[in-house]
């Protein structure tokens, strides 16, 4: 099955600096890659998708790229703000299952970002 | 609000009891996820069901089950349960059969095992 690794697990950085987060996933047949940020206490939340036919998707400060060939992915959060502090997971679409037709959404780890002022 | 309703926000219950969660997906949506997290394991797929029928299975255990109804509502059950099922379980819904659309996830039920 598919098998997604972040890294990294925690990262700080100072408000208005860049935050990368990083994805590898393992199945090359993988074609949906969506970020959720989850703040403390609360649920998971999509802040950006990217399908595996664009290389790149950006949404004001946050970008995606996605790189097939070597099959990582990455988000991009430019000029940080202290209400970016969460927890980061990206997620990787895997193949149809043979048996019901549907497929897992697989989570990295997460990441613990913390922006400080 | 995502417009996915998980009830009940928390769950205290003792080691060997069943428990059942329920999630109602937004309007509109078929298909229902379930997923649990602990704190060390991210979160982790269970199940998934479209329009009533099972699409896809994870690591689900065989203590656990889950099933969707008519009115597209869903329950996950769990039984036999032990300390180690302690978790936030969330449902999460979604357009799509397949998957390749946003989920939208619920506020999660909160279960301890003691």
């Known amino acids: 099955g598919e098998n997604v690794e972040q890294h990294p697990s925690t990262l700080s950085v100072q408000e208005g600096d860049s935050a990368v987060i990083k994805c590898t996933y393992s199945?090359?047949?993988?074609?949906?890659f969506p970020w959720y940020k989850q703040e403390l206490g609360k649920r998971p939340q999509l802040i950006i998708d990217?399908?595996?036919?664009?290389g790149e998707k950006k949404d004001q400060r946050i970008a995606v790229t996605l790189n097939k060939t070597a099959k990582h992915f990455s988000l991009h959060i430019t000029e940080t703000q202290p209400e970016d502090s969460a927890v980061y997971f990206c997620?990787?679409?895997?193949?149809?299952?043979?048996?019901?037709?549907?497929?897992?959404?697989?989570f990295g780890t997460g990441t613990q970002l913390k922006v400080e002022l | 609000d995502s417009g996915v309703t998980q009830t009940p926000k928390h769950l205290i219950t003792a080691t060997g009891q069943r428990v059942t969660l329920r999630c109602s997906p937004r309007?509109?949506?078929?298909?229902v996820y379930w997923y649990q997290q602990s704190l060390d394991q991210g979160l982790q797929f269970l199940i998934q069901?479209?329009?009533?029928?099972?699409?896809a299975k994870g690591n689900i255990l065989e203590r656990f089950s889950a099933q969707q109804f008519p009115d597209l509502h869903s329950e996950l059950n769990l039984s036999s349960l032990e300390l180690g099922d302690s978790a936030l379980y969330f449902c999460?819904?979604?357009?799509?059969?397949?998957?390749?659309?946003?989920?939208?996830f619920g506020n999660g039920t909160r279960l301890t095992v003691t």
């Open positions: 309007s509109g949506d078929l298909s």
């Open positions: 999460a819904s979604s357009t799509s059969p397949t998957g390749g659309s946003p989920l939208h």
């Open positions: 069901y479209y329009n009533g029928e099972e699409r």
């Open positions: 990217i399908r595996s036919n664009v």
């Open positions: 997620a990787a679409l895997g193949p149809l299952s043979l048996t019901g037709g549907g497929n897992k959404l697989t």
């Open positions: 199945d090359s047949a993988s074609n949906y």
